[in-house]
């Protein structure tokens, strides 16, 4: 209550001056004074009125937004009071209407993590499966357990990268970096598969350089070169010019009707379908990672002629997320 006539007490000043002045008037043109008491009466009950009605208001909604213990929907407001309590209005909609936004933005990426997560706990029952098949036999293949412990690192570090790309805390380190070095790094890596899958593979090194993050870098090499072994026939070749990683595969290459969803997540395509290990994320999170490090990434393909994949770094700089 006390609230409510300190905020009205510009209105009471107002109203006692204007009342004087009518005092003042009827005192100075000698009128009756019984006029004074009937417009003195009047204004009484007009005031009081309007008074009355302004405090339920305030009352109610004093009540209303001291229950809340959370961010109330505000959308119940109306324009109403002094130009001042109307820009405020407009700036508590505006705010709320951010907050419903950014809680929708986090919540479609609670759901995209999610269901990164549930496809991550998918694809390692597979992996996993065949370990304990080859454990099973009296003289396990250490070549196949080799590849199905590369696949869980290779899953592993998936989601551990699609959970930093989605961190606004995640750092990029960029520098100019040798590019053999990661080059070769990853194919050490992959060097089980080769042997394996008794592919041929064509490096003659550089000494070329690039401004880039070497770490996602060398995540992006590894996602291009996993795809290029599982699909080569007999021969994989990586070329580096003008800061252009060219990573080339004799496959089967990519049907015209999927390389317009290649990029997106989950999209695994016509041969990945007839991949038990596809996951659709590899291309997904390279495109997404050269994107945020100001990269390019494109690839040529034809049915039966293999596929070309071409990272350009020659444009480097973090770039925001949408």
């Known amino acids: 209550m006390m609230a409510w006539l300190y905020d009205r007490r510009n209105l009471f000043l107002l109203l006692t001056v204007l009342f004087g002045i009518q005092v003042f008037i009827f005192y100075v043109y000698d009128l009756e004074w019984d006029a004074l008491g009937y417009m003195a009466l009047l204004e009484f009950v007009v005031v009081n009125v309007y008074l009355v009605l302004d405090y339920s208001r305030h009352l109610l909604s004093h009540r209303f937004l001291s229950a809340q213990r959370q961010v109330p929907d505000l959308s119940w407001m109306e324009y109403d009071g002094s130009q001042k309590d109307r820009d405020y209005q407009r700036i508590i909609r505006q705010r709320e209407s951010l907050r419903h936004c950014q809680a929708e933005e986090y919540r479609q990426s609670r759901r995209d993590l999610q269901d990164l997560y549930d496809m991550w706990t998918h694809q390692n029952k597979l ?183 071409r990272l350009d770094l020659t444009n480097a700089g973090l770039q925001d997320k949408d």
Request: hydrophobic share 40%.
């Open 127 to 309: 992996p996993i499966a065949a370990l304990k098949l080859l454990l099973q036999e009296e003289q396990p293949d250490i070549r196949e357990m080799r590849s199905q412990v590369l696949r869980l690192e290779q899953y592993t570090q998936m989601i551990l990268a699609a959970t930093r790309l989605e961190s606004p805390e995640t750092d990029y380190v960029f520098d100019w970096n040798p590019l053999d070095a990661p080059i070769r790094s990853v194919i050490r890596t992959f060097s089980p598969e080769f042997i394996r899958k008794r592919l041929r593979l064509t490096y003659e090194g550089t000494d070329e350089t690039a401004l880039t993050d070497v770490r996602w870098l060398t995540f992006v090499l590894e996602q291009i070169l996993s795809n290029a072994v599982k699909h080569a026939k007999s021969q994989i070749g990586i070329t580096v010019k003008d800061q252009v990683i060219c990573i080339q595969d004799d496959g089967p290459g990519i049907p015209a009707q999927d390389l317009e969803r290649i990029w997106s997540r989950g999209v695994t395509g016509q041969n990945g379908r007839k991949e038990t290990a596809a996951t659709g994320l590899g291309l997904y999170l390279s495109k997404a990672v050269m994107d945020r490090l100001g990269h390019e990434i494109t690839i040529e393909t034809s049915p039966d002629r293999g596929t070309a994949v």
